[in-house]
């Protein structure tokens, strides 16, 4: 790839001023109903997303109903014990939803349901801190997500919550994941492509809990994974199958226009992907995933504003519409919405 081609990517900053050369696409059935189950909002010191911009997205022209957020270490209380500094993520998060009730933004119902940060390491510990949560929630709450993303390469940046080796297998870890479960909430399973059989030790070991793969699995194309994408997909797909025989365990259909994954070169073009570029690379992925989980277990998901390194919200909702066109009108509903209702009990 040549030198005039390339652009640095920069890890969770889009670039506005290169999507907007993305070409403006016709709304695929503008009027499915469509619940993205995953993004986040922040206030970083180089990126703002917030309730405007994501109004912005999901205002292109799809038709989102709720959405549900998710954590990202996003105004976490300033002071208090440390467990307890994440419930101002949940606080943060229901008053956007509140706002959002309102009606004054629009239809859509944003944050209707909330995943946000406990410590699982604690173990039974972190029961009291799930139950300040759906205090805090004011009924959105559902559920938390703790990063595992591990990897010995240096060339890939671990989960924000600096997880070590090992995390899932923990004793501690585990009875925390328990707890999730006892209290009728989810579990956010978000790591890397190589520890998928640690999800499933993991899922089997706790069974009680609905677990919700984040991003098909968290397939790496950057360090050592860089240009083995044929042997990454074989790996990948193997033990995401064993994964999909674990009744509790449900996958996320996104996260492929990450800065990590296999399609990095999308964001090394002079202009961004069309819908029809990124559903064609995609394809392999997102089919194995709905063969695999069958569409009751599966929810598209924009991951914004992360995937929008990679494509604007229009363009990707345009993706998953062509990569479901084959679906019956009863799957496409589980896809863009009835999974993630039912799951988030929206």
Same mark, same amino acid.
């Not at 001023?17 to 180089?46: F, M, S, T, Y």
């Not at 997205?57 to 209380?77: L, P």
């Not at 039974?124 to 390469?153: C, I, K």
């Not at 990590?260 to 392999?284: C, N």
């Given at each position: 790839?040549?030198?005039?081609?390339?652009? %640095?990517?920069?890890?969770?900053?889009?670039?506005?001023?290169?999507?907007?050369?993305?070409?403006?696409?016709?709304?695929?059935?503008?009027?499915?109903?469509?619940?993205?189950?995953?993004?986040?909002?922040?206030?970083?010191?180089?990126?703002?997303?917030?309730?405007?911009?994501?109004?912005?997205?999901?205002?292109?022209?799809?038709?989102?109903?709720?959405?549900?957020?998710?954590?990202?270490?996003?105004?976490?209380?300033?002071?208090?014990?440390?467990?307890? #500094? !994440?419930?101002?993520?949940?606080?943060?998060?229901? *008053?956007?939803?509140?706002?959002?009730?309102?009606?004054?933004? *629009?239809? $859509?119902?944003?944050?209707?349901?909330?995943?946000?940060?406990?410590?699982?390491?604690?173990?039974?510990?972190?029961?009291?801190?799930?139950?300040?949560?759906?205090?805090?929630?004011?009924?959105?709450?559902? *559920?938390?997500?703790?990063?595992?993303?591990?990897? !010995?390469?240096?060339?890939?940046?671990?989960?924000?919550?600096?997880?070590? %080796?090992?995390?899932?297998?923990?004793?501690?870890?585990?009875?925390?994941?328990?707890?999730?479960?006892?209290?009728?909430?989810?579990?956010?399973?978000?790591?890397?492509?190589?520890?998928? #059989?640690?999800?499933?030790?993991?899922?089997?070991?706790?069974?009680?809990?609905?677990?919700?793969?984040?991003?098909?699995? *968290?397939?790496?194309?950057?360090? !050592?994974?860089?240009? #083995? $994408?044929?042997?990454?997909?074989?790996?990948?797909?193997?033990?995401?199958? &064993?994964?999909?025989?674990?009744?509790?365990?449900?996958?996320?259909?996104?996260?492929?226009?990450?800065?990590?994954?296999?399609?990095?070169?999308?964001?090394?073009?002079?202009?961004?992907?069309?819908?029809? &570029?990124?559903?064609?690379?995609?394809?392999?992925?997102?089919?194995?995933?709905?063969?695999?989980?069958? !569409?009751?277990?599966?929810?598209?998901?924009?991951?914004?504003?992360?995937?929008?390194?990679?494509?604007?919200?229009?363009?990707?909702?345009?993706?998953?519409?062509?990569?479901?066109?084959?679906?019956?009108?009863?799957? #496409?509903?589980?896809?863009?919405?009835?999974?993630?209702?039912?799951?988030?009990?929206?």
């Amino acid at each position: 790839m040549t030198a005039t081609v390339q652009r %640095q990517v920069r890890s969770h900053v889009p670039d506005e001023a290169w999507l907007a050369k993305q070409a403006r696409e016709e709304i695929l059935e503008p009027g499915l109903p469509i619940v993205d189950p995953h993004h986040h909002l922040w206030q970083h010191a180089n990126h703002r997303y917030l309730l405007d911009e994501l109004l912005a997205d999901t205002g292109s022209g799809h038709t989102i109903t709720h959405t549900v957020y998710i954590d990202c270490r996003s105004m976490y209380r300033a002071d208090g014990p440390v467990e307890m #500094k !994440p419930i101002g993520e949940t606080e943060f998060a229901n *008053g956007v939803a509140a706002m959002s009730a309102s009606g004054i933004y *629009g239809p $859509t119902l944003a944050c209707a349901g909330i995943v946000s940060y406990v410590d699982l390491a604690l173990g039974d510990r972190a029961r009291p801190v799930l139950e300040a949560h759906v205090v805090a929630g004011n009924g959105r709450f559902r *559920g938390t997500r703790h990063a595992g993303g591990w990897d !010995p390469s240096p060339d890939v940046r671990n989960s924000h919550t600096n997880p070590p %080796q090992g995390l899932y297998a923990t004793a501690a870890y585990r009875a925390g994941v328990a707890q999730l479960g006892a209290l009728g909430l989810t579990y956010e399973a978000w790591q890397y492509h190589p520890q998928l #059989k640690e999800v499933t030790a993991l899922a089997r070991a706790v069974p009680q809990t609905t677990m919700v793969l984040n991003h098909c699995g *968290g397939p790496l194309g950057i360090g !050592p994974y860089a240009g #083995k $994408t044929d042997a990454v997909f074989a790996t990948w797909k193997a033990d995401l199958q &064993e994964l999909a025989r674990c009744p509790n365990v449900l996958v996320k259909l996104g996260g492929l226009g990450m800065d990590i994954g296999p399609f990095v070169a999308h964001m090394q073009r002079p202009a961004p992907p069309s819908s029809a &570029e990124i559903a064609a690379a995609w394809k392999p992925w997102i089919e194995t995933c709905i063969e695999a989980f069958g !569409p009751d277990r599966c929810m598209f998901e924009s991951n914004f504003p992360v995937d929008k390194l990679s494509t604007g919200y229009a363009v990707l909702w345009n993706a998953f519409k062509r990569l479901a066109a084959g679906a019956s009108a009863s799957e #496409k509903t589980a896809l863009f919405s009835g999974t993630a209702k039912r799951v988030y009990r929206l």
